[in-house]
């Protein structure tokens, strides 16, 4: 595989979501997914400590479309492609022979569940195409314009990692050294 | 794929800007994608200041699938089975209404109009189109109605402020947050109930200039997990105690703003004495807090002491813990504080009261056209004017959470009418005020109900006749912020009316037709009337010059110089601008309450216990406080089917593992949770977030009792009382329950 000549990527400013899942619901209305199984995008929930002490944590999970996708070398019929001009892991789902066929083999690889089928049998994988259609568009992805307290942004990776710093921990989240999700973080610590 | 789509039509995709009527607490700008007369896709505002934008909550992103939802009534129903049974069958319009207006002329003939009442909700929060003003209209041109008084949300606040202020206009523009050196947010979860569109960003961006922000909660609320560099747990309901125990070690410590307070209010010294325990020889001190609060006493003083120091500070209440019997009490207490302290007209400071309304685009600022004249029912009663007596209120009147006790009880039970028909519109009370199956009981007695609505609601379940109402995507009308602003937005009709819906106007119109009311006015064109209406307002008045552009652009901003601070011109000029309460000052002792003589209502604000308390006796048996927060994935009971939404936030109960444990229940179990009044399953789930003691259930879930009356759907009102404070608050959450395992019922 090529190196792409960019990679685009997320930035996630974690003290800052309220896990209002408002960035879910846009990503269900823009793609036209039914309610179910298939989430583009999951805000995931995490609380420690006993009262009153306490951390509660969210983090976003769409595609992290990272910069060494284990999901593409897994499947058999090579439907899952990374573009050259900018990174963004795609699905062919015509292609897809459906999670029932390869036993999920993509989802078995993805460290962050990314791949997501439908409830029927047979589901062809989908995922989030970090909104490709608006990316084209020169627009942002719809669970960025969505998020009522900016906590997301989105563009070339080392331009994020230039504005935001190079953060690729947060709680809740473990950076994979062998995929390199492209994300980066403002984590919450307890204050 | 690609190539399909080339060679495919291009359908051209039309963006309508618009908005939401929902009663949520925003009011968020939204562009519609509309191809081929049905909406595709929900966009928000894309105001070119990125971090002045007013982004719309999940509740609107998942709009298109409320709109064409397969559960949408799209036909007039007539009942086709016993009540309640949710059996109906299609007939037309024609049939409908006339059925409809044969019962009132029967009705008003056997029993007079006063046995017709009519129950509106704030299921529709835009000035044209607005069932309550136009049944209100058709009603009172019919010979008159009966109806309900007050409101579930405010009330409690609703009596504070004008108990204190005489206005309800009590907040600040939300970007004057970043003013303040200190925000206590207390019982204020804006991440989820939004209190205004830009307040979770503005008090985000609080934290981040380094302000200072304590959450005093039973709940560690999203906003607290957010925003809260400490989180004070304190039982439900004692609010008022730590409030004044705060207020002792400010004036030990003689921190108080004495000018302030006598230059600007009255009786200080009456609530002093209380606090200082020279009237009752008990001194409000933190340690007598802490017994009833369960807040540490050090936490309490280091919180006065720090709330007594910095200035200026926010002390935001809200009206939550005012949803309860000793609602306006919490309001007034922290009004009080907020006095003592002298923040009240300040840039960051907060004069409390909860309603956090500015009096720009305000909500409350709504006329029908033409307007409702005055009830002939109503005629001749003493006036209400100014008053704080809750009886003249109930002259004629029941108060709205005693409307369904009202219903099944009449004269007979006190109340000045006897229903025999009722006409519900805007609203799903069975489902949203106090006691469901009680309220089940009285629509099961009840002679005769039509409901106007855009589903089948709890309530709907009952009605012999549904009419069915299109949805604010379906018409264009004026709505304004919830109640934070200053904006106006306009809704535009973004796709014709599903099935057979109508606005409720048209439905007021054609129904005055069956009744032979030639005289009633037919309601203009939507364009002519909202031009109209916004040049009957003096703010829009004032502000919007340009229809045409106010209705392309879906909204009008207004800027001004500095942020709007509640009371400024009354705290810097108060000679010529008197505050509105009788003595022209901040009534901290109000002679209008004391006139009362009602020991329950104290002309100052004092912790009482009342009912249905942490130390009601009652608690024995029923042990847990049950709180009712307001849901983030709905308003209220509306948008409760919409799969979008309720896959994003399962209806679940909080539970402390404490109390959990004790009763052998595990996280994800589904449990039975039940007092007198009733029964109602739901999940457990088991987090540290809720303080022992309490369950908290989100409120808006539908009611669905099962052969053995045990509600499965986890309305949270199947188990809370329908009663009020003194004041008039829905004391929703003053509710005693108990829980165990379900055992699958029987």
């Known amino acids: 595989m090529e190196v792409p000549k960019l990679q685009v990527g997320f930035y996630f400013d974690q003290t800052r979501c309220i896990g209002c899942s408002a960035c879910a619901v846009a990503c269900k209305d823009w793609h036209d997914i039914p309610a179910g199984p298939e989430k583009w995008m999951t805000i995931l929930y995490n609380e420690k400590g006993k009262i009153p002490d306490l951390f509660v944590s969210y983090l976003i999970r769409p595609c992290y479309h990272c910069e060494d996708p284990v999901c593409i070398p897994v499947c058999p019929v090579e439907a899952i492609t990374k573009r050259e001009e900018d990174g963004i892991v795609l699905v062919d789902s015509e292609k897809c022979i459906g999670k029932d066929e390869c036993k999920s083999k993509c989802l078995k690889a993805c460290p962050y569940d990314a791949p997501q089928f439908g409830p029927e049998k047979g589901a ?24 009522r307290t900016h906590a997301l942004d989105v563009g070339n990776l080392e331009e994020l990692k230039g504005k935001y710093g190079d953060i690729k921990e947060a709680d809740n989240f473990v950076y994979s050294e062998r995929t390199k999700p492209a994300i980066i973080f403002k984590p919450k610590k307890k204050i | 794929m690609e190539n399909q789509e080339e060679t495919q039509e291009e359908v051209p995709i039309k963006i309508v800007r618009t908005t939401s009527a929902f009663d949520c607490g925003g009011r968020c700008p939204l562009r519609v994608h509309v191809e081929d007369g049905k909406i595709t896709r929900i966009e928000t505002d894309d105001y070119e200041v990125k971090e002045e934008q007013l982004r719309a909550c999940l509740r609107c992103r998942a709009l298109r699938q409320y709109v064409y939802h397969p559960k949408r009534l799209k036909y007039p129903l007539k009942r086709d ?52 003003l136009a049944m209100m209209r058709l009603f009172t041109q019919f010979g008159g109605y009966s109806t309900h008084y007050g409101n579930v949300s405010s009330e409690g606040a609703v009596y504070a402020t004008q108990t204190m202020y005489k206005s309800p206009f009590v907040g600040n523009s939300r970007e004057d947050l970043l003013n303040s050196k200190l925000i206590i947010m207390w019982g204020w979860d804006p991440a989820r109930m939004i209190s205004g569109t830009d307040t979770i960003f503005n008090l985000i961006k609080a934290k981040e200039k380094g302000i200072k922000i304590v959450c005093i909660d039973p709940r ?22 730590m409030m004044a125990a705060m207020a002792y070690v400010i004036i030990k410590e003689n921190l108080h703003d004495q000018e302030f307070l006598d230059k600007y209010t009255v009786g200080f010294d009456k609530f002093k004495s209380y606090v200082m325990g020279d009237e009752d020889d008990s001194p409000k001190t933190p340690e007598w807090a802490e017994s009833i609060t369960s807040v540490p006493a050090k936490i309490i003083t280091d919180l006065a002491l720090e709330y007594g120091k910095t200035k200026p500070a926010a002390l935001m209440d809200c009206q939550g813990p005012a949803r309860s019997a000793v609602g306006e009490l919490y309001n007034r207490a922290a009004i009080t504080l907020t006095a003592m302290t002298g923040n009240i007209g300040v840039h960051g400071g907060s004069a409390a009261g909860g309603l956090m309304g500015i009096p720009y685009g305000h909500m409350f600022f709504r006329a029908g056209i033409p307007p409702p004249k005055r009830n002939p029912v109503e005629e001749g009663l003493k006036s209400v004017r100014g008053s704080l007596d809750l009886r003249l209120r109930l002259q004629a009147r029941c108060h709205i959470n005693k409307m369904f006790d009202a219903i099944l009880k009449g004269k007979d039970g006190g109340y000045p009418f006897d229903v025999k028909f009722a006409y519900f519109v805007n609203n799903n009370f069975l489902n949203q005020l106090g006691n469901a199956n009680k309220s089940a009981e009285a629509l099961k007695k009840l002679d005769y109900m039509v409901i106007a609505d855009l589903w089948l609601t709890p309530t709907a379940r009952y009605a012999d006749i549904i009419l069915p109402v299109a949805s604010i ?102 000679e010529n601008n008197p505050i509105g309460t009788p003595s022209g000052k901040i009534e901290i002792f109000s002679q209008r309450i004391a006139d009362l003589n009602n020991p329950e209502n104290p002309a100052i604000p004092k912790y009482m216990e009342r009912w249905e308390g942490r130390y009601d006796p009652l608690s024995k048996k029923y042990p847990l406080q049950l709180m009712s927060p307001h849901p983030k994935s709905r ?24 109390d959990a444990e004790s009763r052998g229940i595990k996280d994800g179990d589904e449990i039975l949770v039940f007092n007198d009044r009733g029964k109602l399953t739901i999940k457990a789930w088991l987090t540290e977030r809720i303080i022992p003691g309490a369950i908290s259930i989100f409120e808006g879930a539908w009611y669905e009792p099962d052969e053995n009356g045990i509600d499965r759907g986890g309305c949270v009102n199947t188990l809370t009382k329908d009663a009020y404070s003194p004041g008039g608050a829905s004391a929703l959450k003053s509710c005693l329950v108990e829980m165990k395992l379900f055992d699958g019922g029987a």
């Open chain 2, 473 to 574: 995507a379906e018409k264009s009308d004026l709505t304004r912020p919830w109640p934070s602003g200053p904006y106006f937005t306009i809704a535009n009709k973004a796709i014709e009316p599903l099935g057979e819906c109508k606005s409720d106007i048209r439905i007021a119109e054609e129904l005055a037709d069956k009744l032979g009311i030639d005289d009633f006015e037919k309601y203009p064109d939507e364009d002519k009337a909202l031009k109209f209406m916004l040049k009957m307002t003096e703010d829009t008045r004032k502000e919007v010059k340009n229809f045409r552009k106010f209705k392309d652009d879906g909204i009008h901003r207004i800027k001004f110089d500095e942020p709007y601070v509640a009371f400024k011109k009354q705290i810097e000029d108060p």
């Open chain 2, 635 to 658: 308003i209220h009971s509306e948008m409760f089917l919409v799969e979008w939404l309720r896959e994003v936030d399962p209806h679940i109960a909080w539970i402390n593992p404490i």
């Open chain 2, 81 to 132: 089975g016993p009540k309640g049974s949710g059996k109906f069958k299609r007939i037309s319009w024609d049939e409908a209404l006339s059925e409809v207006a044969e019962k009132l002329k029967e009705v008003k003939e056997k029993h007079g109009n006063s046995s017709i009442f009519l129950a509106t909700g704030g299921g529709y929060q835009a000035a044209f189109h607005d069932g309550m």
């Open chain 2, 220 to 241: 560690y609320t999203d906003s607290a997990a957010v925003l809260a560099h400490q989180w004070i747990p304190i039982i439900p309901g004692t609010d008022v105690a």
């Open chain 1, 124 to 147: 062809k994988m989908k995922k989030c195409s970090y909104c490709l259609d608006r990316h084209l568009e020169g627009k942002l992805p719809i669970c960025v314009e969505s998020c």
